[in-house]
């Protein structure tokens, strides 16, 4: 107990310290974007007679015979759009001389004419004519039906039956985790910085598990320097002042790495001479449909005492690892007796390390091979929550992000002392780890 307070005080000292480096450096510093921004999608519509594709001719004053004027969906879109959505009017027929649009994100009688929907509608136009635009602006994530129809001599019925679906995307990107802060150059001295954020409505394309499309960083240090404050494109390895106009503006000192990308953000800052630490802050992350968000700030700082002159001696394994192939999820939610858990002798643990975890988290459901993977984890019983055989920052990311109601990738379990809830005293397994 003695020892947990003198760790304790220890954390608070550090935190007060950095609070008050922190505040001199942040008053200098530009304010970041903390507003949501949008770049408003253009989608054509068109509306013409579906009897008879026959177009009015002012030559010869031939009129297809009347139909139901309704409208069509006249140009592709991408599947990742945000709102709001600018529906521009067209027709086919010209004759149709007016036009009607209805969006909304209940279907209740597709043969219902007048309204298939439930009133009130998301979005209703006025009469429009053609080349006028209609806007909706969305108020949630979801599939919405877009309906519609012309007005004019030729168009004998109005009816809403939809022609499409769009689906719309305002969940933001989840909260940025710095992964990795590492010195990987003595001579000249560099710092990697390695961070991501999930998006799992609208991530970038190309990327393998919908990551984040930039990041607005901050990097600085400890006198005041400014080496980075812009947006970072991880996979084009640019630093713009806006992502969607992506205008280049400077940063000193700071590149990024050779194999950054949406998948791996990453980048290297070489530190003036004299400076004690460089403190890195990412303030707000942007999707593929040009939101962007701003986000309770992620931070890191490293020291530079960390990065001396002589790199630290590499150590080879010779050892190579072996799954026990006995090690299992077994059907009552405990892991098998043969597998291996690096304990603390003084904390009491279940005779049997569950492989669940309460319903109620904000988790996907795990499949088996994700529970049995838990098992496999000999450090998960200090701390180890994403089964990389470390226990580092990041594992204690995910404890917080649990105990507070965040979601957390299915793979990620931070129950430490395996009796299958989150709480106090995995806390205090993995703070006790990091303390070391």
């Not at 935190?15 to 949008?38: G, H």
């Not at 979005?123 to 309906?147: M, P, R």
């Not at 012309?150 to 909260?175: A, E, R, V």
């Amino acid at each position: 107990m003695k020892n947990k307070f003198i760790i304790l005080t220890i954390f608070a000292s550090l935190i007060i310290l950095l609070a008050k480096v922190s505040e001199k450096v942040i008053a200098q510093l530009p304010s970041p974007p903390l507003i949501k921004a949008t770049k408003p999608t253009e989608i054509d519509v068109n509306f013409k007679n579906q009897t008879q594709n026959v177009y009015f001719n002012s030559a010869t004053n031939i009129t297809p015979p009347p139909g139901n004027c309704s409208l069509i969906l006249d140009n592709t879109f991408p599947s990742c759009i945000t709102s709001p959505i600018t529906f521009k009017t067209t027709a086919s027929n010209l004759n149709i001389t007016s036009t009607k649009m209805v969006i909304d994100d209940k279907l209740v009688n597709s043969s219902n004419c007048d309204d298939p929907f439930e009133k009130p509608w998301v979005c209703e136009s006025v009469d429009l004519n053609i080349g006028q635009t209609f806007t909706c602006d969305f108020s949630s994530s979801g599939e919405y039906y877009v309906a519609g129809y012309g007005k004019g001599p030729i168009c004998s019925s109005f009816c809403l039956i939809p022609q499409f679906k769009i689906s719309i995307d305002k969940t933001p990107p989840q909260q940025s985790v710095i992964k990795q802060s590492e010195c990987i150059s003595h001579n000249p001295k560099k710092i990697k910085f390695a961070f991501v954020s999930y998006d799992e409505g609208c991530g970038a394309a190309g990327s393998s598990k919908n990551r984040a499309l930039a990041y607005y960083i901050y990097a600085y240090d400890d006198k005041n320097f400014i080496y980075a404050n812009a947006w970072f494109n991880p996979d084009e390895k640019t630093f713009t002042t806006d992502y969607i106009k992506k205008t280049q503006t400077n940063v000193v000192n700071t590149t990024a790495c050779d194999n950054s990308s949406y998948d791996n953000p990453c980048i290297l800052i070489q530190p003036q001479e004299g400076v004690q630490k460089i403190f890195f802050k990412i303030a707000a992350v942007g999707d593929a449909a040009y939101n962007y968000f701003s986000q309770s700030v992620t931070e890191t700082e490293f020291a530079l005492s960390n990065c001396g002159t002589t790199p630290p001696p590499t150590i080879t394994s010779f050892i190579t690892p072996t799954t026990n192939p006995n090690c299992v999820c077994k059907d009552d939610k405990k892991c098998d007796s043969s597998c291996f858990f690096d304990k603390y002798q003084d904390i009491n643990y279940p005779s049997s390390i569950s492989c669940s975890l309460s319903s109620s988290l904000p988790i996907v459901t795990p499949t088996q091979d994700d529970k049995t993977s838990w098992c496999q984890r000999p450090k998960r019983t200090k701390g180890d929550s994403d089964g990389d055989g470390a226990v580092n920052n990041l594992d204690y990311f995910y404890y917080v992000a649990a105990v507070n109601g965040g979601k957390i990738p299915q793979t990620v379990n931070p129950n430490f002392n395996g009796d299958g809830e989150i709480g106090a005293m995995d806390r205090e397994i993995i703070v006790r780890t990091l303390s070391q």
